[in-house]
């Protein structure tokens, strides 16, 4: 009898054991695959970032669409982040170095404005997909809400941290109620 309590009493613990260490290793996962990108508050990464000074280009972050009509936000605990104009970022003009991509200015601006996003290394394409900004995230807003970016007016195929800016380029990220609608 004693035995039999001693070998239930082993299998418990090593099920708590292999239990625990399922847990740790999905968190390391998650981890290293989704990163969340807090403000970061040195300046001077910043100005490194934007001072390039090599060509201009102009930044807006905006959430017009859910903004105009909040009726579409499911996740309510957000609601006071969403800003009542419905920009995050003004249309602001940055100095940036050539080759410079989609990602780099984003990432800049939003350290140098202290805007959270989340950023997501994806599998099996190249490149960043961001999924939240300002702790609004994709699905917020419905299946098919997120966040797109255009380039000067074009919705390029190309993921940000794969999109080379040119001098003048005009960058908008936006959320979208229902990407379909955009394509």
């Not at 910043?46 to 102009?58: L, Q, R, Y």
């Amino acid at each position: 009898m004693q035995d039999e309590l001693f070998k239930k009493t082993k299998r418990k613990k090593y099920k708590f054991i292999a239990t625990a260490v399922i847990l740790v290793l999905f968190g390391l996962m998650a981890f290293f695959t989704m990163r969340i990108i807090a403000p970061d508050h040195s300046e001077n990464k910043v100005k490194k970032a934007v001072k390039g000074n090599d060509i201009s280009v102009t930044l807006e972050i905006n959430c017009k669409s859910l903004s105009k009509d909040m009726t579409q936000l499911k996740n309510r605990d957000i609601k006071e982040y969403i800003p009542k104009n419905g920009y995050f970022l003004k249309k602001k003009e940055y100095k940036i170095k050539k080759n410079s991509t989609v990602y780099d200015i984003f990432k800049a601006a939003c350290r140098e404005k202290k805007i959270p996003f989340i950023k997501e290394q994806k599998t099996g394409y190249s490149g960043v997909y961001v999924s939240s900004i300002g702790h609004l995230a994709e699905f917020d807003a419905g299946r098919n809400s997120g966040w797109m970016y255009s380039v000067n007016g074009e919705i390029p195929n190309l993921s940000a941290s794969e999109y080379k800016l040119k001098n003048k380029d005009k960058i908008v990220w936006y959320y979208v109620i229902n990407y379909k609608n955009e394509m």
